[in-house]
């Protein structure tokens, strides 16, 4: 729980009505942290990114990068030949979000065997 | 991206089918960031999580709080007295997502404004 509160006007996640509640969500969401670190340093096309992220279908993929690109997190480049070339890279805010999603990332790797063995316990406790 | 591995099997949630993928969505979800936070390292009745994450609805906190317990990342403590009392904490389990939790509100709050700016300007540029 964050306390403190620098700027104004104050942003409080806790309180029903601030906005930056609706970015814990986008933050968070499975394909958004996949895209985020599959993007990583480099400059991707589209079809790496749906080859990165195993199983991502293109209607996902598509609408995850589109609500990055106006989130300003991820930018988009037609180049105009023939066929055109489409990349995306993370602009420098959303290589800030970067650190966050690999902590998300690398905190889910680190933890499933425990909270898998956790499940198997509760469902027998409770089954 | 993270790309080394420790321990078997090894664990990649950039494939298809891998069990962690499925953890990147809860860690990521705004209850779930809120309640832990709200826990951090208190017991705390349901009443007072209510209270807490302003404008959970009571269905959201019970399933929320059911699903961290499966993960063995929240403890439920219900004391035998009229009316029986209830009390949630984190498990060890449960604090290690802790500073996890605490860096995507972080962001969130940080980023907010920035955020809520590229919105403005995708639409005007879009619309």
């Given at each position: 729980m964050v306390t403190e509160s620098r700027g104004a006007p104050a942003l409080n996640?806790?309180?029903?009505?601030?906005?930056?509640?609706s970015l814990l969500d986008r933050i968070g969401d499975r394909w958004t942290v996949l895209i985020i670190g599959a993007l990583g340093q480099d400059t991707r096309r589209f079809s790496e990114l749906a080859r990165l992220v195993d199983g991502v279908s293109q209607k996902m993929l598509t609408q995850t990068l589109r609500a990055l690109e106006r989130d300003g997190l991820v930018e988009r480049t037609v180049h105009p030949v023939v066929p055109p070339r489409v990349e995306y890279r993370l602009t420098d805010e959303g290589r800030s979000l970067l650190s966050v999603t690999d902590l998300v990332e690398r905190w889910a790797v680190a933890h499933y065997p425990a909270i898998a063995e956790a499940h198997e316990r509760y469902d027998q406790r409770i089954g």
């Amino acid at each position: 729980m964050v306390t403190e509160s620098r700027g104004a006007p104050a942003l409080n996640p806790y309180a029903r009505d601030c906005p930056s509640r609706s970015l814990l969500d986008r933050i968070g969401d499975r394909w958004t942290v996949l895209i985020i670190g599959a993007l990583g340093q480099d400059t991707r096309r589209f079809s790496e990114l749906a080859r990165l992220v195993d199983g991502v279908s293109q209607k996902m993929l598509t609408q995850t990068l589109r609500a990055l690109e106006r989130d300003g997190l991820v930018e988009r480049t037609v180049h105009p030949v023939v066929p055109p070339r489409v990349e995306y890279r993370l602009t420098d805010e959303g290589r800030s979000l970067l650190s966050v999603t690999d902590l998300v990332e690398r905190w889910a790797v680190a933890h499933y065997p425990a909270i898998a063995e956790a499940h198997e316990r509760y469902d027998q406790r409770i089954g």
